[in-house]
């Protein structure tokens, strides 16, 4: 298996089909790519439209409420894939063709690299002149911490090398926010480089920006990435689910 492709969900029943379907029979011989969804314990219909397209299907079982990186986490046991892409359900790749034809390229040649960060926008429905300018700043500050190698990628999609992922023991599973940070900056303590790519676009629901604003979102993610640095635990006590 060359790719494991892994979509943490809870109570995602209005998008996650919309992502799903993507995902063809085709698309899945061409690239050999397994397609698993990773649920936090959704009762609504989210595990039963999962189940209409997924491979591989994880349900957690603690009463507790589980954090996103356990979620990760719980796919990546069951991913046989060389390559793991950890994608949120409430994104979509820009071109779902160059999406895995840059992924498989980067599977093969370039070996250099342990992980790949991603640039993220908006969907074309829903972006505001504001989020354009949102996105071209921080994309651009994900691509110098990156190039200064520090470790940095968005949570809303990262990919990583099976191998590199299992040397740092997956995600921080007891941080509710700055986890997809934490794990980008433990790759590169590794020696490994993370190469920030340009070639393949994630467009994203701007949602958790409509309900809290730009200002009020980065001043958590910065205070979650301070504490994951210093402290290593996150600020945030439960990450809330915007839907």
Request: proline residues 1%; positive net charge.
């Amino acid at each position: 298996m060359n790719i494991s492709l892994i979509i943490p969900t809870y109570f995602e029943e209005n998008l996650l089909e919309q992502l799903l379907k993507e995902f063809t029979y085709e698309l899945k011989q061409k690239y050999n790519f397994e397609l698993i969804v990773s649920d936090g314990g959704s009762t609504d219909a989210t595990i039963s439209i999962a189940k209409k397209y997924v491979d591989k299907l994880v349900v957690k079982t603690k009463e507790e409420r589980q954090t996103i990186a356990e979620g990760r986490n719980d796919g990546a046991k069951a991913a046989e894939g060389e390559v793991l892409v950890f994608l949120n359900a409430d994104c979509m790749p820009k071109n779902i063709i160059d999406f895995f034809n840059f992924i498989e390229d980067w599977r093969v040649n370039g070996k250099k690299y342990g992980a790949v960060a991603c640039k993220v926008t908006a969907f074309e429905n829903e972006v505001l002149l504001r989020d354009k300018i949102f996105y071209l700043l921080h994309n651009n500050y994900v691509r110098f911490l990156n190039f200064i190698g520090v470790g940095m990628g968005r949570g809303e999609c990262q990919i990583v090398r099976w191998n590199v992922f299992d040397e740092v023991n997956g995600y921080n599973s007891k941080l509710v926010g700055g986890e997809d940070f934490d794990l980008y900056r433990r790759i590169t303590k590794h020696h490994h480089k993370i190469l920030y790519s340009t070639k393949i676009v994630i467009k994203e629901s701007p949602r958790r920006f409509r309900k809290y604003g730009y200002l009020k979102t980065l001043w958590y993610w910065t205070l979650n990435s301070l504490y994951v640095i210093f402290k290593n635990k996150s600020v945030s006590k439960e990450w809330e689910a915007i839907r």
